[in-house]
């Protein structure tokens, strides 16, 4: 069974910076993209950013671009987002997910999520 753990998450001024973190267990991590995924106070659960299972390509939504990285660590099972000039509304719960393929653009396919973490950013 996979396994995703987030951690990083907090409080934070408008512009600073967060570091996501996710361990993943259960299976080959390198095999599977990754993403991160978002879900603000009424609003439905929407995708931020992911990267394939070597690394090597990313995709972002057009909202974070230039302010978000995405990275990975497959010799450590851990999956990154590092978050610089947050905006207040980049306030939401932010999850983890394992995709069921290695490749960029399957959204359907992100079937495994971990519990989220939250980030407040105040203005």
């Known amino acids: 069974q996979v396994q995703l753990v987030e951690s990083g998450g907090g409080l934070v001024q408008a512009g600073g910076s967060l570091r996501l973190s996710c361990a993943a267990s259960?299976?080959?991590?390198?095999?599977?993209?990754m993403g991160w995924f978002r879900q603000a106070p009424g609003k439905e659960r929407e995708f931020v950013t992911e990267?394939?299972?070597?690394?090597?390509?990313?995709g972002y939504a057009e909202s974070v671009k230039g302010r978000f990285t995405i990275s990975r660590d497959n010799a450590k099972n851990r999956l990154y987002l590092q978050m610089n000039s947050l905006k207040a509304e980049d306030t939401a719960i932010y999850y983890c997910?394992?995709?069921?393929?290695?490749?960029?653009?399957?959204?359907?396919?992100?079937?495994?999520w971990g519990q989220g973490t939250q980030v407040t950013v105040s203005s």
């Open positions: 997910a394992a995709s069921t393929v290695s490749g960029l653009g399957w959204r359907l396919k992100y079937a495994y």
């Open positions: 259960g299976r080959t991590f390198s095999n599977y993209a």
């Open positions: 990267i394939n299972g070597s690394g090597g390509s990313t």
